[in-house]
């Protein structure tokens, strides 16, 4: 049997053909490290999903809890019940919206990338371009 590869007595069109075939079973196989790379990310992330859900309601609770000690103690203090839940309420908004000011820029859809995918498939789009020339 003869190798298809070989590039030995070979025409143009032929090793052109060759070369295109190579380059697209490249690219299938990129194809597939993505989506196993990818598929890898999620199923790390969505393993963390439950404790963080869980500790996530804990310290709403302790919050909470918090916040109406504050009142007390702003109550204590001679400051009328209204006007300690405006002020603590109000707190808590600012703090709050501060906190997710600061998330919102933190958050970088790249980092769901898969990073080693592109690199391979820059440096085999730079290995077919010289192929080809």
Known sequence: MSDPY????????ELFG?????????????VQLARAEVGEKISQTTGAITPLGAGAGMLLGALILLL????SLLVQLGVPIG????????????LGYALIRGGVSKLNTTSL?????????S??????????R
Request: aromatic fraction near 6%; charge should be neutral; glycine fraction near 2%.
């Open 6 to 13: 070989r590039t030995t007595d070979r025409s143009l069109p």
């Open 18 to 30: 060759v070369a295109i075939d190579q380059i697209s079973t490249l690219f299938r196989q990129e």
């Open 68 to 71: 109406f000690a504050l009142v």
């Open 83 to 94: 006007w300690s839940q405006l002020i603590v309420g109000l707190v808590a908004a600012l």
């Open 113 to 121: 990338m898969p990073h080693r995918t592109a690199e391979q498939l």
């Open 123 to 132: 440096r085999d789009a730079q290995v077919a371009k010289e192929q080809v």
